[in-house]
């Protein structure tokens, strides 16, 4: 599907306004000598969800004190 294909100088003095309609849904399409570099599309949001990591939870019998002997710790 063919977009608004717009050079890539005069894509530098609009972009506020290619952004605008790129958000609204508008096809961008931003060449050099009539040969199409790139497409302008919105990103899409970022799901809300856990970042990067872990999360550790123990059972109750975890909580039994450890004795490290000398053997046990290398020494």
Not at 25 to 49: E, F, H, S, T, Y
């Amino acid at each position: 599907m063919p977009g608004t294909m717009i050079d890539v100088r005069e894509a530098q003095t609009q972009l506020m306004q290619l952004l605008t309609l790129a958000l609204n849904g508008g096809d961008i399409v931003i060449a050099k000598d009539n040969v199409p570099l790139v497409r302008l599309v919105p990103v899409k949001p970022q799901k809300k969800g856990r970042t990067a990591g872990y999360q550790l939870e123990l059972a109750e019998t975890w909580a039994v004190p450890i004795h490290l002997t000398s053997a046990s710790r290398g020494l």
